[in-house]
């Protein structure tokens, strides 16, 4: 007989227990699904085992009499040892539950629905570029990558390579090595959009046999199906999006953290986690003891720290693969623009260029990210603005194609309607559109450069399946002109015909109310400038902004990585921000604007009790969300700033409260919930 610990799927904060129950399955272990007994339910409920007791002295004796039994056993879905350690570890370190950790490692769909398997690599072609020889930079980042895989040691790289120096061959080579021994690979991308590249290249080099793909895009059964292909070890490389570092790949020896320093690599859901977190704690693990990557032309400040202090050992990659010059950026102040009666969106001189570079047969890329025709709509007579009524947040301006279907469209509920003619507040007719984006400059340059092609790419465009791939093959096979696009063309895509780059508006990324805004402004510019003569050609740049002065903008012009990090590193330190601390942002919500105040009101008070009193300055005032309403939620916001060394003791403090509330919750209902991120990539 054994007795096993097993985690519930149940979304309820008050069974978030282990509960033990018998088992005279000898096959059940560690991992396994089960069906069991639950409550006063009389249909089995799903859990997967997290530990396993033979010794029934153990339990306490009264519990044994009342322990019920494992119903069945689901033989086709199971985890992985080291898969349910670490979700374990992800419950403690993201203060989520213990389902909500396992469900980020299982597959996606139903076990009990038996259907023809589909295959997501269908049509996909593999791309073999060869590569006769590495630079003498790519060499000793090979060596020093593969000497911890082949000693089988817990290495953690930090590949810092300007745009174009080589990192995906890199990759693969070390892919290559991990696979010679017998060890499983994930390269995981911040993008569904650039797997299609990065995929393509593994599969003519590896074939289609060993790489499996994840990530959200796919259908429900043709994700299971990929997991299963992977779980039964019928493939060894996993490619994918944020989700595929849960990939269940036994012997795990490589995972690849491509663009580490991108947002999406930050879960918005719960459990909030940190994708490299969760990657160093897999391959740390006892089974795996395997190597990180991470690559990046622009790195996090955080990693950069890290990789400073020694955490992740620094490879520099300082030039592009093909000796080609990094491309000349040009800098146009758009209030000279605006002084010398230029009032469109494209600057005199990124026209003048754009038009030298396309009668040259060179192609363009033109980055805003900005989706919409324009960002707001308002009255000039009485300065009304329309505003979605569910999240009270400006409605973005969609005209469509030639204006027929136009439309206002809430970006983060979806709310659509008709645009008014007139004011609905005073009957004024000087309703006026302000603000550009996407689709607004797609219309200018029909008009400004009608004897060229040119095409959109934005989560507007690009909504039927398939639709991103085909406009980036039509751009890629030169069927395309000029591309439009928001950060979806702005990382990690390689086209080597492509002669200049136009940053529409740096200033976009800049005014967001975020200390990371001067980082991630840098890291847009350069990731989207890095895009400019991939080829044989020396490519330009053209970065359109109102701050030409600011320091992001300046060093990223210059591809000045080092001087950006050293004034960062100088504010970070002097505000404690990150690396030099972490941020908890408890966020509260409720139907009801004062219930959520008065949640986050109680916990302010509770945690300033149980803060030592002088890290109480660190925890500040509840604050209406930047964002303060959506869908008809109201949310208020808690910041607790956590000095560094001090994350374990302050997570107990979070920890307490929340279990107290849960208690609470059991006697009455509470009128909010409350959601804990640690270190969360926006504030909004």
Same mark, same amino acid.
């Given at each position: 007989?054994?007795? @096993?610990? &097993?985690?519930?799927?149940?979304?309820?904060?008050?069974?978030?227990?282990?509960?033990?129950?018998?088992?005279?399955?000898?096959?059940?272990?560690?991992?396994?699904?089960?069906?069991?007994?639950?409550?006063?339910?009389?249909?089995?409920?799903?859990?997967?085992?997290?530990?396993?007791?033979?010794?029934?002295?153990?339990?306490?004796?009264?519990? *044994?009499?009342? *322990?019920?039994?494992?119903? $069945? @056993?689901?033989?086709?879905?199971?985890?992985?040892?080291?898969?349910?350690?670490?979700?374990?570890?992800?419950?403690?370190?993201?203060?989520?539950?213990?389902?909500?950790?396992?469900?980020?490692?299982?597959?996606?769909?139903?076990?009990?629905?038996?259907?023809?398997?589909?295959?997501?690599?269908?049509?996909?072609?593999?791309?073999?570029?060869?590569?006769?020889?590495?630079?003498?930079?790519?060499?000793?980042?090979?060596?020093?990558?593969?000497?911890?895989?082949?000693?089988?040691?817990?290495?953690?790289?930090?590949?810092?390579?300007?745009?174009?120096?080589?990192?995906?061959?890199?990759?693969?080579?070390?892919?290559?090595?991990?696979?010679?021994?017998?060890?499983?690979?994930?390269?995981?991308?911040?993008?569904?959009?650039?797997?299609?590249?990065?995929?393509?290249?593994?599969?003519?080099?590896?074939?289609?046999?060993?790489?499996?793909?994840?990530?959200?895009?796919?259908?429900?059964?043709?994700?299971?199906?990929?997991?299963?292909?992977?779980?039964?070890?019928?493939?060894?490389?996993?490619?994918?999006?944020?989700?595929?570092?849960?990939?269940?790949?036994?012997?795990?020896?490589?995972? &690849?953290?491509?663009?580490?320093?991108?947002?999406?690599?930050?879960?918005?859901?719960?459990?909030?986690?940190?994708?490299?977190?969760?990657? @160093?704690?897999?391959?740390?693990?006892?089974?795996?003891?395997? @190597?990180?990557?991470?690559?990046?032309?622009?790195?996090?400040?955080?990693?950069?720290?890290?990789?400073?202090?020694?955490?992740?050992?620094?490879?520099?990659?300082?030039?592009?693969?093909?000796?080609?010059?990094?491309?000349?950026?040009?800098?146009?102040?758009?209030?000279?623009?605006?002084?010398?009666?230029?009032?469109?969106?494209?600057?005199?001189?990124?026209?003048?260029?754009?038009?030298?570079?396309?009668?040259?047969?060179?192609?363009?890329?033109?980055? +805003?990210?900005?989706?919409?025709?324009?960002?707001?709509?308002?009255?000039?007579?009485?300065?009304?603005?329309?505003?979605?009524?569910?999240?009270?947040? $400006?409605?973005?301006?969609?005209?469509?194609?030639?204006?027929?279907?136009?439309?206002?469209?809430?970006?983060?509920?979806?709310?659509?309607?008709?645009?008014?003619?007139?004011?609905?507040?005073?009957?004024?007719?000087?309703?006026?559109?302000?603000?550009?984006?996407?689709?607004?400059?797609?219309?200018?340059?029909?008009?400004?450069?009608?004897?060229?092609?040119?095409?959109?790419?934005?989560?507007?465009?690009?909504?039927?399946?398939?639709?991103?791939?085909?406009?980036?093959?039509?751009?890629?096979?030169?069927?395309?002109?000029?591309?439009?696009?928001?950060?979806?063309?702005?990382?990690?895509?390689?086209?080597?015909?492509?002669?200049?780059?136009?940053?529409?508006?740096?200033?976009?990324?800049?005014?967001?109310?975020?200390?990371?805004?001067?980082?991630?402004?840098?890291? +847009?510019?350069?990731?989207?400038?890095?895009?400019?003569?991939?080829?044989?050609?020396?490519?330009?740049?053209?970065?359109?902004?109102? $701050?030409?002065?600011?320091?992001?903008?300046?060093?990223?012009?210059?591809?000045?990585?080092?001087?950006?990090?050293?004034?960062?590193?100088?504010?970070?330190?002097?505000?404690?921000?990150?690396?030099?601390?972490?941020?908890?942002?408890?966020?509260?919500?409720? %139907?009801?604007?004062?219930?959520?105040?008065?949640?986050? %009101?109680?916990?302010?008070?509770?945690?300033?009790?149980?803060?030592?009193?002088?890290?109480?300055?660190?925890?500040?005032?509840?604050?209406?969300?930047?964002?303060?309403?959506?869908?008809?939620?109201?949310?208020?916001?808690?910041?607790?700033?956590?000095?560094?060394?001090?994350?374990?003791?302050?997570?107990?403090?979070?920890?307490?409260?929340?279990?107290?509330?849960?208690? $609470?919750?059991?006697?009455?209902?509470?009128?909010?919930?409350?959601?804990?991120?640690?270190?969360?990539?926006?504030?909004?």
């Amino acid at each position: 007989m054994k007795y @096993v610990d &097993v985690v519930i799927d149940n979304k309820s904060n008050s069974t978030d227990s282990l509960f033990t129950y018998k088992c005279e399955n000898d096959s059940v272990a560690v991992g396994s699904k089960v069906y069991v007994p639950f409550a006063k339910g009389r249909k089995p409920r799903e859990g997967y085992v997290v530990s396993v007791n033979d010794d029934p002295s153990e339990i306490d004796s009264d519990v *044994l009499k009342k *322990l019920r039994s494992i119903e $069945s @056993v689901d033989e086709e879905v199971s985890l992985t040892g080291e898969m349910v350690r670490s979700a374990m570890w992800m419950r403690g370190r993201y203060l989520c539950r213990y389902i909500d950790a396992i469900r980020c490692f299982t597959p996606a769909g139903s076990a009990a629905v038996r259907r023809e398997k589909q295959d997501s690599l269908s049509g996909e072609k593999g791309y073999a570029e060869k590569v006769d020889r590495l630079t003498s930079e790519q060499e000793t980042a090979v060596e020093q990558i593969s000497e911890a895989i082949v000693s089988r040691r817990t290495g953690r790289f930090l590949i810092h390579g300007v745009t174009g120096s080589g990192k995906t061959e890199i990759y693969m080579r070390a892919a290559r090595q991990a696979l010679d021994l017998g060890r499983g690979v994930i390269i995981l991308v911040p993008e569904i959009s650039l797997t299609g590249q990065i995929v393509e290249r593994f599969l003519g080099h590896f074939g289609e046999d060993s790489v499996a793909i994840l990530h959200s895009r796919l259908s429900a059964g043709e994700r299971y199906d990929q997991w299963q292909k992977i779980r039964n070890g019928h493939t060894r490389i996993v490619i994918g999006a944020r989700s595929a570092a849960f990939a269940p790949v036994e012997n795990l020896g490589l995972i &690849v953290v491509d663009e580490e320093h991108e947002s999406t690599y930050k879960s918005d859901f719960t459990p909030k986690y940190d994708t490299v977190e969760v990657a @160093v704690k897999r391959l740390q693990d006892k089974e795996s003891q395997g @190597v990180l990557i991470l690559g990046s032309a622009t790195p996090s400040v955080v990693t950069y720290n890290r990789a400073k202090e020694g955490i992740y050992q620094l490879i520099e990659l300082t030039k592009r693969y093909n000796e080609v010059s990094l491309p000349k950026t040009e800098i146009v102040d758009m209030r000279m623009e605006m002084k010398a009666g230029n009032r469109s969106i494209i600057s005199r001189r990124l026209a003048e260029e754009m038009r030298r570079q396309l009668d040259s047969g060179k192609q363009v890329m033109l980055f +805003l990210n900005r989706r919409g025709y324009s960002t707001f709509v308002s009255c000039r007579e009485c300065g009304y603005v329309a505003k979605c009524p569910t999240c009270g947040l $400006s409605l973005t301006y969609h005209r469509g194609r030639g204006g027929e279907d136009s439309k206002l469209v809430c970006h983060y509920c979806g709310h659509e309607e008709k645009p008014p003619t007139v004011c609905p507040e005073c009957g004024s007719a000087y309703v006026r559109y302000f603000g550009s984006g996407t689709e607004k400059i797609e219309e200018t340059i029909r008009e400004l450069f009608p004897g060229n092609t040119s095409d959109r790419l934005d989560l507007d465009s690009v909504k039927k399946k398939g639709e991103l791939k085909k406009k980036l093959k039509a751009f890629e096979n030169g069927k395309t002109d000029i591309l439009i696009g928001t950060q979806l063309i702005a990382k990690g895509l390689d086209f080597k015909n492509v002669g200049l780059v136009g940053i529409v508006s740096a200033d976009v990324s800049l005014n967001i109310p975020d200390f990371r805004s001067p980082e991630r402004a840098f890291q +847009l510019i350069t990731q989207a400038a890095g895009r400019a003569g991939r080829g044989e050609d020396e490519g330009s740049v053209i970065i359109q902004t109102y $701050s030409p002065e600011h320091y992001a903008v300046v060093m990223a012009a210059k591809h000045d990585y080092a001087h950006f990090y050293e004034a960062e590193d100088k504010f970070r330190r002097f505000m404690m921000y990150p690396p030099y601390s972490d941020i908890f942002q408890i966020m509260f919500t409720s %139907g009801s604007a004062e219930a959520a105040l008065e949640g986050a %009101g109680k916990w302010h008070d509770r945690i300033a009790q149980l803060l030592p009193e002088g890290d109480r300055r660190n925890l500040f005032e509840p604050q209406e969300a930047y964002m303060s309403k959506i869908r008809d939620t109201y949310r208020y916001s808690l910041v607790l700033k956590c000095p560094r060394g001090s994350r374990h003791d302050y997570a107990g403090i979070i920890y307490k409260v929340r279990a107290e509330e849960i208690e $609470s919750a059991r006697r009455k209902k509470q009128d909010y919930i409350a959601v804990v991120d640690i270190n969360p990539y926006s504030f909004t």
